[in-house]
C-alpha cells in the first residue's frame, strides 16, 4: 500500500511532477517513420502532459517542437514550413529548428530569449520516432536497440492502439502483475467459451509459485505450473514503461507512453516470423492505427487479451488510488518494481541520471535480445534444474 503522496509522487508525469522529471530521462516514442511523409509532413503528439509538434523540414530533418506559438499560442500544426523552419499561420512568427525565433513580422525590435520555443532531440530506430525530453540534451544516454526494432530480415509492422483512458502506472504494474493471467485470460475464456489465441488454454492452469528478480533491463519474473511440471519464464518488464513479449510466431515491444496523469497511448512494434512479409526500409515500416468499436465500454464483450487486460486497468479508475490496496505475497513483483521507480525518482531528485535499463556508451551500437529468456522451459525433473543460475525455491 502506497500513501496518497506517495501515489502521487509515481503516477504524475507533467514538467516538474517527480516520475515525469524521470520519465523524461528516457527516449519515449513518439509516432509512426511513415506517418510523417511529403504531402502530411506534420504531426500533433501529445505526451507527458505536453503538446508537441513533429514535422519534417524543407531540409528533410524531422523537428520537434512545441505545438503552440509563444506570441499568442496558435497551433503551428497549421504553419507553413519554409526553409530554415516553420512559421506561424496567425502573425507570421517564425522559428528555427532549434525552436528560436528567427522572424518577427510587423514587430521592430529583436524576439526575446521568452519567444523560443523548447525543441527535443529526435531519433529515429525501426520505424518509430523517438524523443528525449530530459532538461540537458547533452546527457542523454543512447537510444536503446531493442532486438524487435533493429532486426533486419524480418518484416515488422507498427500498431499504434487507441488510446487507454488511465494513467501509465496501472498498465506498466500489470506487466509485473503474473498471477492475473489465471483468471482474467484463462478463466475469462474459459466462462465464455472461448479459446483466444495465443495462449487461454495455456494460461489456464493453477499457478503453484512464482518468484521475481531485478535484472539489466527491468524485472524478470517466472511461474511455476501444477499438473505437467513446467516452469515459465516470462518475458521481462522493461523499465520505465516498456513490455517486450513473444505473441504467437512473433515477437512485440510495447510503449505505454503517458499522454498526460489520465491518459495512456500504446504503440506497438511487431516483428513476424522470417518470409512472411515483405521486409522495408525503416521510413516505410507500415503502420495501423486502431480504433476502438462504437459499442466499446467496459461491459463490452470481453473475447480478447487486449480487451480483457484493458477493462482491468481502466476500471480502477483514471488514477488508481494505491492507498486503498491490500497486497499479497503474489504481489511482490509490483513492490519491485514501485521500489525500482521511487529510487530512480529520488535519484533525478538529487541531480544524479537514472541508471536502470540505461545503455552505456560503450554499448550504444549493442543489440539488446531478450528471444532466449522468453521461452517456456519444460522440466522433467524440477529438482535437478535451477532458476536465475542457482537452486531456489518458488514461491
Known amino acids: 500500500m502506497l500513501t496518497r503522496e506517495q501515489n502521487e509522487r509515481l503516477t504524475r508525469v507533467g514538467p516538474g511532477a517527480p516520475c515525469g522529471e524521470l520519465l523524461r530521462r528516457y527516449w519515449q516514442a513518439l509516432c509512426p517513420v511513415a ?22 523540414s524543407v531540409e528533410g530533418r524531422l523537428v520537434c517542437i512545441e505545438e503552440h506559438c509563444s506570441h499568442r499560442a496558435v497551433s503551428l500544426y497549421r504553419g507553413f514550413i519554409e526553409e ?25 525590435s529583436e524576439a526575446p530569449a521568452a519567444a523560443n520555443l523548447r525543441t527535443y532531440p529526435i531519433q529515429t530506430l525501426g520505424g518509430l520516432v523517438f524523443a528525449y525530453m530530459g532538461p540537458d540534451p547533452a546527457k542523454a544516454p543512447p537510444l536503446p536497440r531493442w532486438d524487435v526494432l533493429v532486426c533486419s530480415d524480418r518484416p515488422r509492422k507498427i500498431r499504434v492502439v487507441p ?32 479459446d483466444l489465441p495465443g495462449g487461454s488454454v495455456y494460461f489456464y492452469r493453477h499457478i503453484i509459485g512464482y518468484d521475481w528478480r531485478t535484472c539489466e533491463w527491468g524485472v524478470e519474473k517466472v511461474l511455476k505450473y501444477d499438473g505437467k511440471p513446467e516452469i515459465e ?22 510503449f505505454r507512453v503517458p499522454v498526460d496523469d489520465e491518459h495512456t497511448r500504446i504503440i506497438r512494434a511487431e516483428l513476424y516470423p522470417a518470409g512472411s512479409g515483405e521486409i522495408r526500409p525503416e ?19 470481453l473475447n480478447t487479451f487486449r480487451r480483457q487486460d484493458r477493462v482491468a486497468w481502466e476500471t480502477q479508475g483514471v488514477i488508481a488510488d494505491r492507498s486503498r490496496e ?54 522433467a525433473d524440477l529438482k535437478n534444474r535451477t532458476i536465475w543460475g542457482a537452486e531456489r525455491e518458488l514461491v
Request: proline share 6%; with cysteine.
Open 283 to 301: 521510413d516505410e515500416t507500415p503502420f495501423e492505427y486502431e480504433f476502438d468499436p462504437p459499442d466499446w465500454d467496459d461491459d463490452a464483450e
Open 84 to 108: 530554415g523552419g516553420i512559421r506561424c499561420c496567425y502573425h507570421g512568427w517564425k522559428f528555427d529548428c532549434s525552436g528560436r525565433c528567427i522572424e518577427r513580422p510587423f514587430e521592430t
Open 326 to 379: 491490500v497486497l499479497g505475497a503474489s504481489d511482490r513483483g509490483i513492490v519491485l518494481y514501485r521500489r525500482m521507480l521511487s529510487e530512480q525518482i529520488d535519484r533525478v531528485e538529487r541531480g544524479e541520471e537514472p541508471t536502470a535499463a540505461v545503455v552505456a556508451e560503450a554499448d550504444r551500437d549493442r543489440t539488446i535480445d531478450f528471444s532466449p529468456e522468453t521461452l517456456a522451459w519444460e522440466w
Open 35 to 56: 506517418e510523417i511523409t511529403s504531402s502530411k509532413p506534420k504531426k500533433r503528439v501529445r505526451i507527458l502532459g505536453e503538446d508537441l509538434l513533429v514535422y519534417r
Open 163 to 194: 488510446i487507454h483512458n488511465c494513467n501509465w502506472l496501472q498498465i506498466q504494474e500489470n506487466t509485473v502483475d503474473s498471477v492475473h493471467s489465471y483468471y482474467l485470460h484463462g478463466h475469462m475464456a474459459k466462462s465464455a467459451g472461448v
Open 233 to 254: 519464464v516470462r518475458p521481462p518488464l522493461i523499465f520505465p514503461n516498456l513490455l517486450r513479449v513473444p505473441e504467437g510466431s512473433g515477437d512485440t515491444l510495447h
